[in-house]
């Protein structure tokens, strides 16, 4: 059994993604889990639905690409 990273490690993944996202996707929102890219979105809630729909209620972090204080961390899907 693979065990899930913590919430901490994918916010750290997401400030280490972050430059490279920003070139295309600046002001949009990425969900990430276990240090996975799982989508870009034009706006906060459709990256929340995606993170219930992809994983229930759980951590996984949802963040503003490229904007220098991230307005969302999400540390529950609910």
Do not use: R
Not at 9 to 20: L, T
Not at 25 to 40: E, M, P, R, T, Y
Request: no cysteine; charged share 25%; aromatic share 10%.
């Amino acid at each position: 059994m693979v065990k899930a990273l913590t919430f901490e490690e994918d916010v750290a993944y997401f400030a280490s993604i972050n430059d490279e996202l920003a070139k295309t996707n600046k002001g949009k929102f990425v969900l990430i889990k276990d240090k996975a890219n799982h989508g870009i979105f034009s706006n906060f809630a459709d990256a929340h639905k995606e993170a219930l729909k992809l994983f229930g209620i759980t951590e996984v972090v949802i963040a503003q690409v490229g904007i220098e204080e991230p307005l969302n961390y999400l540390a529950s899907a609910v």
